[in-house]
């Protein structure tokens, strides 16, 4: 099938429809350094990219982008008016709190590390847990030595906290 046909088909089943907005998250957008520069470094990104296609001879072609890339880019400044920069080194650096890693020790003898992290920075493959997730719940406040259970939809398991520090 020719790419053209594929694209009328897009702008067909667009019928002239807005794209919904995403969602803003009900809590509190704690964001660490990291975040914070990923989020700015988000908002040059989509308007790197916003720029051309609004200058371009065929805006209407590149209408369904666009609008794509406006609704990106209103969620990311929402979420950097709202964010409240968390700096790790202010930290109790004897608690497990919002910017911590913390290495535990599950019921297994398996040793993990998860770091706590605002919610636009989550990341579960790279174990960036957000500060609402059920882990992050069950850490949030623990101390080395202690064992905590993590409520997980597969089973609860028993995680024994071995370390907690705070990067820079």
Avoid at 18 to 42: H, W
Avoid at 97 to 122: P, T, Y
Avoid at 123 to 137: G, M
Wanted: proline share 4%; glycine share 6%; net charge negative.
């Amino acid at each position: 099938m020719s790419r053209a046909f594929v694209n009328e088909e897009r702008f067909e089943q667009a019928g002239g429809e807005e794209l919904v907005d995403r969602p803003i998250s009900e809590f509190a957008n704690y964001v660490t350094p990291n975040g914070a520069l990923a989020l700015q470094t988000l908002e040059e990104s989509l308007l790197a990219q916003l720029a051309p296609l609004k200058k371009s001879a065929d805006e209407t072609f590149n209408k369904d982008k666009i609008a794509e890339i406006e609704r990106d880019l209103r969620y990311v400044r929402a979420r950097l008016d709202s964010a409240i920069l968390v700096d790790p080194n202010i930290q109790n650096q004897e608690k497990v709190l919002f910017g911590a890693s913390v290495e535990v020790e599950d019921s297994d003898g398996k040793q993990h590390i998860f770091h706590i992290v605002g919610e636009d920075e989550a990341d579960a493959s790279i174990n960036k847990v957000s500060w609402v997730s059920p882990l992050a719940k069950s850490l949030i406040g623990q101390k080395v030595g202690d064992t905590v259970t993590w409520q997980r939809p597969a089973g609860n398991i028993n995680l024994e906290i071995l370390d907690i520090h705070y990067p820079s």
